[in-house]
């Protein structure tokens, strides 16, 4: 089944000039960019989009990290592209990613991990809401 999810390669990811070959790999993977835009998030937009750990103790310094330069942010579409996308990015720790994965070729820690990825429809259709208006949406396919 074709399915959207919100995919962003974080600040750590730009600053390596890893855009590129994350985007291929997305690509290889049939995850199609339907939207894509680059942006700096400020501190409460980073707070926002991560509202659901807002209890957590590596929050702040999580939000901060977010905010502290730009990332890529994109819509991917294609069968199963929530879970497909999890798959190819590895396990949030990289030093716990498969070979081959997107944090493992480009992660640092657990907290600079490269990328993000929904991790279930709900969060995927509030996470595309919170970045992309429909109208900025190709619906093409
Ligand atoms: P996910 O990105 O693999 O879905 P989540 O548990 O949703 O992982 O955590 C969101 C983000 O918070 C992670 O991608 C990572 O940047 C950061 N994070 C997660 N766990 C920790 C931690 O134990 N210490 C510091 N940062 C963390
Ligand atoms: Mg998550």
């Known amino acids: 089944m074709s399915e959207r999810t919100l995919a962003i390669i974080k600040p750590d990811a730009v600053r390596k000039q890893a855009i590129g070959d994350i985007i291929s790999r997305y690509e290889k993977a049939a995850l199609k960019p ?3 835009k680059l942006l700096h998030m400020a501190k409460p937009v980073a707070e926002g989009f991560y509202a659901v750990h807002k209890s957590r103790p590596f929050f702040d310094s999580l939000c901060t990290f977010m905010s502290s330069g730009p990332s890529v942010v994109l819509v991917l579409q294609g069968d199963n592209a929530i879970k497909k996308n999890r798959e190819i990015m590895g396990a949030t720790d990289p030093a716990k990613a498969e ?3 997107i944090r493992a070729a480009h992660g640092t820690n657990i907290e600079f991990n490269a990328v993000h990825g929904s991790d279930s429809p709900e969060t ?3 996470e595309i809401g919170f970045f992309f208006p429909g109208m900025e949406i190709y619906d093409g396919r």
């Open 34 to 36: 339907v939207a894509m």
């Open 99 to 101: 070979q081959g994965t």
């Open 124 to 126: 995927a259709t509030f």
